[in-house]
Structure formats: C-alpha cells, structure tokens
C-alpha cells in the first residue's frame, strides 16, 4: 500500500515533535559543557529553527523514497 503525501507530513511532523523536546533538553546540558550560555527563550527559538529544517529534510527524503519504493514495484 501506497503511503500518501498527508501520511509523509504527519509522519515527519510526529518524529520531529518528540524529537524537539529531546533537542531542548540537550541543548540545555550540552551547552554549558562548550561555554555556550544562552537564555531558555533562545534554546527554545533555536530548537524551533532547527525542527523546521528536520521538517523539511523529513518530509523530503520520506517522499524521494516513497517514489523508489513505486518506481521498483512496477518493474
């Protein structure tokens, strides 16, 4: 079976949001370790920027082997 475009997105969108707490949290014990002292508002606006990028790259790669996945089945 076929996964559609909405599934892709959801998907992607399912990942990335556990994935952001995940990243926050790891920001927030990483960087004080390399002398980065940053406010939680700005851990918070750099997790963001970085979930909207993984969003992307997600949803992508999901589609370009999605369409692997049809072209090979119809050989």
């Known amino acids: 079976m076929k996964q559609t475009r909405r599934m892709s997105l959801v998907e992607?969108?399912?990942n990335v949001a556990i994935?952001?707490?995940v990243a926050v949290?790891?920001?927030?014990?990483i960087f004080p370790l390399f002398g980065l002292h940053?406010?939680?508002a700005q851990n918070l606006m750099m997790g963001?920027?970085?979930t909207v990028v993984s969003i992307v790259r997600s949803y992508a790669l999901r589609r370009v082997f999605?369409?692997?996945r049809v072209r090979c089945t119809w050989r």
């Open 12 to 14: 992607a969108l399912t």
């Open 19 to 21: 994935g952001y707490g």
């Open 25 to 29: 949290a790891t920001q927030l014990a």
């Open 38 to 40: 940053v406010t939680l």
């Open 48 to 50: 963001a920027i970085f």
């Open 66 to 68: 999605e369409e692997i």
